[in-house]
């Protein structure tokens, strides 16, 4: 099949043209660049991505302004019909913003930016992003964010985690998230946000290939469903 692919643009975003390089040298298939002021989003997707930056300046909260804005009724409406959605970073935020994902995220621990390649552990290895890891395999991916502290009500979180819905966990200090939460899935498993940076980790010359994997997951997933 021809794998068809979104990435959404904001203004602000500042990651896009390197998740859209990302999904292209690795999925393939056709990368549709879309500005968040489009109503409607391309026929035919298979993947959609919500890229990192700073959304409108990160006013009111992060994310929560372009969780508004109209090209994100379509992302919700796609993702309801089970379209993968990955959003990394500023789209973590976003997808929180928006109802797609449990919790929320706040100012790091210590009030500083974080810049950094950091460890991460793969907890859940059988979704549709993470299948190419190992559970419990040691990850390296870079994280580059002011507001990437997870949060959620211990209710939510004892939930989230017996559905197996934390795709990664930190495996050091990196920002106060609530049980070292890195990543989550929505409870159909084709929606993941992640702090993290994977598509700043696919070639050597990035200092590693640890994202990879994630997007190689991705097709072979859809691919073979």
């Known amino acids: 099949m021809a794998f068809t692919s979104a990435v959404i643009t904001f203004p602000g975003s500042n990651c896009d043209r ?5 999904v292209e040298q690795v999925c393939g298939g ?5 500005w968040h002021g489009d109503a409607d989003l391309p026929e035919g997707l298979d993947f ?11 006013y009111l909260r992060s994310g929560a302004m372009a969780a508004r804005s109209p090209v994100m009724q379509a992302v919700v409406r796609a993702a309801e019909r089970g379209v993968a959605v990955l959003g990394v970073c500023n789209g973590f935020q976003v997808l929180t913003e928006a109802g797609l994902l449990p919790g929320a995220l706040m100012r790091n621990a210590g009030i500083r930016f974080v810049c ?3 460890k991460l552990t793969v907890e859940n290895a059988q979704s549709l992003f993470t299948a190419g890891y190992s559970a419990g395999q040691q990850i390296t991916i870079p994280v580059a964010h002011h507001d990437g502290n997870y949060f959620a009500d211990d209710q939510t979180l004892d939930r989230i985690e017996g559905e197996g819905r934390v795709a990664f966990r930190y495996a050091e200090q990196v920002n106060g998230s609530a049980r070292q939460i890195a990543g989550v899935l929505n409870d159909r498993g084709n929606v993941l946000g992640m702090m ?9 010359a990035q200092g590693g290939t640890d994202g990879r994997a994630l997007f190689e997951s ?7 469903a």
């Not at 993290?196 to 050597?204: G, S, V, Y």
Request: glycine letters at 10%.
């Open 116 to 118: 950094r390649d950091v």
């Open 48 to 58: 959609i991505a919500l890229p990192g930056g700073f959304s409108y300046g990160d």
């Open 218 to 224: 991705v097709v072979r997933g859809l691919v073979n």
């Open 18 to 22: 390197d998740m859209a390089v990302a």
């Open 196 to 204: 993290p940076h994977p598509e700043r980790m696919i070639e050597t």
């Open 30 to 34: 056709t990368v549709h660049r879309v």
